[in-house]
């Protein structure tokens, strides 16, 4: 979701990223420091969940109680992004109603667990490197949040505590978690060590109100023979796309667009929405890179067709920029991040949230068979660092606990950046959290948005979580953007992304990416994601 700036403001991640792969100079962290003039009683608190999963065979209700510690009181130390990634733990603005709605959770921990939370928000330019500096020397941080593209440096690193012995003591239910998230997100080499903090997707927006106008619905039908509805196929999606594109469709006098997409934060995102349905893979199990290298030659034409249906400068568009392109009434389609549903259903924007639809992003026809993949990147996960002392390790679970069991009131906001990881979040049980948290969104177009939340990250497909992502992304971002503006064919595009890649394995260490890729392919697996 998003804030006036969302969450690293995504513009700011592929530098962010790739800043950090060349040290470990550590940055300035912001303190809060959660020190009362008085201490509250420890108390027990009790949290039901309700979660409805299309992987359980049925739906779940879990009640789980959690209680005070035997002995005294514990200080946990935590970090997480800066700004508004941070109201989840502390929001002194926190509120009944609206986007400060279900924030402010850390003293309600003290409260509730005599856990006392001392935490530090970390600018997210130098996170990485704030994190590995401190993970490699002091040690004083017993939790970290931060962006799953580390987890090849974390996890594969062993710089995080496995979480499996105290997820069965406590009962979480991992079930709750779609597949991308529990495996590619949370695990590594068949262990679990993190629970998830934001969850990241693409979905399709559409104006559902021009969809459905009847005049507009008559002119598609007599243009390509079909009904207008939301594009199931890429193919489908350049139809609708160029129909809508260079004129006014909904009589405000000024031409509208038919798409638009984020080109300019994580350029690569949007390419794999389209090579992930094609069935590619970042690598095979030998280390050969975009295979097969066909299937990224084609999602690389279709993007470059797509931008052609686009608004003008439309390259130079970040995160926030695509989306008053819906919520303003620029463009009739997107395929983004979660925001545009909660952004449209603030009421702060010409179209309002029951004028947008969500769906399923498209897909390819495979071997006879449709596949439609979301890209899941970004995010954010939770761990327990190695340092953390043995005596303070449960203490710890116990905060990353409260934080999952809380997460279906403290995630609808649309202020604190987060996005729905689980399906309790986003099932019918969670409505009255996003009713609140939401004030200008209907019933109706908030279980729209819901329903399409969980189907986009049911359908996902992970970012690259090796040593060296940020290398191999900046080079594929970079080919992607000479092949859009013709400066080079897609073929030739393709081609060299594999050769540099090639090479930035060889000095990465061919041994040591292989058997961490190795690890990652585990995690396909289990994830159901890696081809039979």
Known sequence: MSAPERKIGRRAFVGTVA???????????????????????????????????????????????????????????????????????????????????????????????????IGEEVDPGTEFSIYMADLTGPGKYNIIVYFPTYNGDIMGGGWAVPLDPFIEKYNINMYDLPPVYRFLYCSWGGKTYALPYDGDFHALYYR???????????????????????????????????????????????????????????????????FASLGGLWFDEDMNPL???????????????????????????????????????????????????????????????????????PGYVVNGELKRFSWTGVGRVMIITVNTPEEKREAAFRVLKWMWDTSPIWVPSGLNGEDPFSYSQTSVGALPHWERANPAWSKEGILDYLRA??????????????????????????????????????????????????????????????????QQITEYKRAGIWPK
């Open 19 to 117: 800043g950090a792969v060349g040290g470990l100079a550590v940055g300035v962290a912001l303190g809060w420091s959660l020190r009362p003039a008085g201490v509250a009683p420890a108390a027990t608190a009790t949290v039901t969940r309700t979660v409805t999963s299309t992987i359980a065979a049925a739906p779940t209700t879990v009640t789980t109680t959690v209680t005070a510690p035997a002995v005294g009181k514990v200080e946990i130390t935590f970090a997480c992004d800066a700004g508004h990634n941070f109201l989840p733990f502390i929001d002194p603005g926190e509120a009944a109603e609206g986007g400060h709605y279900g924030q402010n959770q850390a003293p309600k921990i003290e409260n509730a667990l005599g856990i006392r939370l």
């Open 453 to 518: 939340a969980e189907l986009n990250y049911s359908h996902g497909y992970p970012d690259l979580y090796l040593p060296g992502a940020a290398q191999y992304t900046d080079i594929l971002s970079r080919y992607i953007m000479l092949a859009v503006t013709g400066q080079m064919s897609p073929r030739d595009a393709i081609n060299r992304v594999v050769q540099e890649w090639r090479e930035v394995t060889r000095e990465l260490g061919e041994d040591k990416q292989k058997k961490l890729w190795r």
């Open 291 to 361: 295979v097969p290298n066909e299937a990224a030659v084609k999602a690389l034409e279709d993007l470059k067709k797509a931008l052609d249906f686009m608004p003008p400068g439309t390259l130079e568009f970040g995160a926030l920029q695509v989306f008053d392109s819906m919520t303003k009434g620029i463009t009739a389609m997107t395929l983004t991040w979660p925001d545009v549903g909660p952004r449209a259903g603030s009421g702060e924007f010409p179209v309002k949230g029951d004028q947008v639809g969500t769906a399923l992003v």
């Open 208 to 274: 559902k109100d021009i969809f459905q106008n009847s005049d507009i619905r008559r002119r598609f039908r007599e243009k390509y023979g079909r009904d207008l509805e939301p594009p199931k196929t890429y193919d489908e999606y350049l139809q609708v796309a160029e129909f809508f594109n260079g004129w006014d469709w909904d009589g405000d006098g000024e031409e509208e667009y038919g798409t638009v997409e984020d080109f300019k934060d994580l350029t690569w995102g949007i390419f794999f929405d389209r």
